[in-house]
């Protein structure tokens, strides 16, 4: 297999709101918060569905690296319900190898709100239900070592246990990719992020707020700085700036698409990583590698939804 995917497994919700919405529920907009399951259902009974998809942001991925014909797999906690049969039958679909064997839970399966703004903007409500209870246990060393990368996203350390999940996976990786995942996540594990970042990962994925932050860094300069130091390949998206690669020593940079007919950020992130892990395993360039992520990114954001 080629990379092995660990992540929340998450039944995506997606529903258009208005700012208003966001002010009245006390949402931040553009962040993940983790609701319990009595606040998801609150928030979700005024607002009508657009959408259900099996998600979660290191799942996202691997389906759009599935779609460029890689053998992936994913791995992800779910329990035997019905949103957790739906999750399971929806990854297969996409041709990915799902290794994980559902049970029945005392919590159901995780479930997040994407909330779609008028600018595209995504806002998410997460209940982790039994994603968030992922355990060293859950973790089969084996099919790990099988695996050329493992690609692990910052979302799993908002919980007790997965912390120990995510050790597993790191000690049995030939190779370790990690998405940030979001700046909240960032600012609450700070000292455990940088302490991956430098000691642990080999490829990191993170957006611009994202790694000034963990970085502490007041200009992009400072962070280029960074990357350099520590000798990891460290991926950055800038949004309209496009998107950079540093490497050591290396930099590499690719300019953002135009005239694009946004519709949805919601997977911009996952997408483009999934292109540049694409181009990582299949021998091409960093350069090649940015433009298939950048490619993929372009692609998701003028759809509903973080399925190509």
Same mark, same amino acid.
């Given at each position: 297999?080629?990379i092995? %995917?660990?992540?929340?497994?998450? #039944?995506?919700?997606l529903c258009?709101?208005t700012d208003?919405?966001? !002010? ?5 907009k553009s962040?993940?918060k ?6 998801f259902?609150k928030?979700?009974?005024?607002l009508?569905?657009?959408?259900? !998809?099996s998600?979660g942001?290191?799942?996202n991925? +691997? #389906? &759009?690296?599935?779609k460029l014909?890689n053998?992936v797999g994913?791995?992800?906690k779910?329990? *035997? ?5 739906k999750?399971e ?7 990915v190898n799902?290794?994980?064997? =559902? =049970?029945?839970e005392?919590?159901?399966?995780g @479930?997040?709100?994407?909330? +779609?703004?008028?600018?595209? $903007? ?13 355990n060293y246990n859950?973790?089969?060393g084996?099919y790990?070592?099988?695996?050329d990368i493992?690609?692990?996203?910052g979302?799993?350390w908002d919980?007790? $246990?997965p912390?120990k999940?995510f *050790?597993?996976?790191?000690?049995h990786s030939?190779?370790?990719?990690m998405t940030? @995942? ?7 594990h700070? @000292?455990?992020?940088l302490d991956l970042?430098?000691n642990k990962?080999d490829?990191?994925?993170a957006? $611009?707020?994202e790694?000034?932050s963990l970085t502490?860094s007041? @200009?992009f300069?400072d962070v280029i700085?960074?990357c350099?130091?520590i000798?990891?390949n460290? +991926?950055?998206?800038?949004? $309209?700036? %496009?998107a950079v690669s540093?490497? &050591?020593?290396? +930099?590499?940079e690719c300019k953002?698409?135009?005239?694009? #007919?946004i ?8 997408l ?5 892990l694409h181009?990582v /395993?299949?021998?091409?360039?960093t350069k090649?590698?940015l433009?298939k &992520?950048t490619?993929l990114?372009a692609a998701? /954001?003028?759809? !509903?939804?973080?399925r190509i």
């Amino acid at each position: 297999m080629k990379i092995l %995917g660990i992540g929340n497994a998450i #039944v995506d919700v997606l529903c258009r709101v208005t700012d208003k919405f966001l !002010i009245e529920n006390s949402l931040t907009k553009s962040t993940m918060k983790l609701v319990n399951e009595l606040e998801f259902k609150k928030l979700l009974s005024s607002l009508k569905i657009e959408q259900t !998809i099996s998600g979660g942001s290191v799942a996202n991925s +691997i #389906v &759009g690296l599935s779609k460029l014909n890689n053998n992936v797999g994913f791995l992800g906690k779910i329990n *035997d319900d019905e949103l957790g049969k739906k999750y399971e039958e929806g990854l297969k679909k996409e041709n990915v190898n799902y290794l994980y064997k =559902k =049970k029945s839970e005392p919590i159901p399966t995780g @479930s997040c709100l994407i909330l +779609i703004t008028p600018d595209s $903007e995504r806002t998410m409500c997460t209940f982790l239900g039994t994603a968030g209870k992922i355990n060293y246990n859950d973790v089969n060393g084996e099919y790990i070592k099988n695996a050329d990368i493992t690609f692990l996203e910052g979302y799993l350390w908002d919980e007790g $246990e997965p912390k120990k999940a995510f *050790d597993k996976a790191i000690m049995h990786s030939n190779k370790v990719a990690m998405t940030l @995942s979001d700046l909240f996540c960032v600012e609450r594990h700070k @000292s455990n992020f940088l302490d991956l970042v430098k000691n642990k990962l080999d490829i990191i994925f993170a957006n $611009e707020q994202e790694i000034l932050s963990l970085t502490n860094s007041v @200009s992009f300069e400072d962070v280029i700085s960074f990357c350099k130091q520590i000798q990891k390949n460290i +991926i950055i998206t800038r949004g $309209e700036k %496009g998107a950079v690669s540093i490497n &050591g020593d290396e +930099i590499e940079e690719c300019k953002a698409k135009k005239n694009l #007919v946004i519709k949805d950020l919601t997977g911009a992130g996952d997408l483009f990583a999934a292109g540049y892990l694409h181009g990582v /395993i299949n021998n091409k360039s960093t350069k090649e590698s940015l433009e298939k &992520g950048t490619e993929l990114s372009a692609a998701i /954001i003028q759809k !509903i939804g973080a399925r190509i």
